[in-house]
């Protein structure tokens, strides 16, 4: 069964210091989502792609956060510099652009930032 | 804005029935969505609700009243692998939903 793919699954780092996290999306969503997750709240959209363009990153701190999805498939998502309240869960999920927008997430990035 | 409210936790015994409430206030408004998250995992997709009425997948059933903007999700014959948290989302545009803060089932024996 096709899955979403994340990597790193963990990631301990100092405050200052740069983060990259990658997602590979089940093949043929054109839809990628980038989510940050804090313990005990909903997921929180950062970022959204169709195919290799934004169409939502109005929550995206951008002087310390950037996304890319060049090639429209994998994407990767860098914080820098990683400040400690950036410590969370970052889920990615992809979508068919038909039907009723089924999200299917990865297993998710837990970074902890020192 | 969105603003979506649940109930953050809710206990209920084996084998009896739970109800997960959701009410929202949107912008705009596709439809409702549901998810289960168990403690260390990601997200799954459960059911969801762009009518008016009731949807039965399973053991799990949802129920939109979109003049009221309120939704639940409703779990029959609780098991103990049912204990996660649940999340409604509501789709407010093409491609895009906002998460509700979910409500943490505990089933107990």
């Known amino acids: 069964e096709a899955e979403v793919a994340q990597s790193p699954r963990y990631k301990i780092t100092e405050k200052s210091q740069a983060v990259a996290f990658w997602c590979d999306p089940i093949s043929g969503h054109a839809t990628l989502y980038w989510y940050r997750q804090i313990l005990g709240q909903g997921p929180e959209l950062l970022v959204q792609f169709q195919d290799e363009s934004v169409v939502d990153d109005s929550q995206l701190p951008k002087d310390r956060f950037s996304a890319e999805r060049l090639k429209g498939v994998d994407s990767t998502l860098k914080i820098q510099p990683a400040e400690l309240g950036d410590s969370a869960m970052y889920l990615c999920?992809?979508?068919?652009?038909?039907?009723?927008?089924?999200?299917?997430f990865g297993p998710g990035t837990r970074l902890t930032v020192l | 804005g969105q603003s979506l409210e649940q109930p953050s936790e809710v206990t209920a015994v084996e084998g009896a029935i739970v109800q997960i409430n959701c009410t929202y206030q949107t912008s705009g408004f596709y439809g409702l969505s549901w998810y289960q998250q168990h403690d260390g995992g990601a997200p799954t997709f459960l059911s969801y609700?762009?009518?008016?009425g009731l949807e039965e997948t399973g053991r799990f059933s949802s129920f939109l009243s979109r003049s009221d903007s309120y939704g639940y999700l409703l779990l029959q014959e609780l098991q103990m692998k049912d204990s996660a948290s649940y999340f409604c989302?509501?789709?407010?545009?093409?491609?895009?939903?906002?998460f509700g803060t979910g409500t943490k089932l505990q089933v107990i024996p």
């Open positions: 609700n762009a009518l008016d």
């Open positions: 989302a509501v789709k407010i545009g093409y491609q895009k939903v906002t």
């Open positions: 999920a992809s979508s068919t652009t038909t039907g009723y927008n089924e999200q299917f």
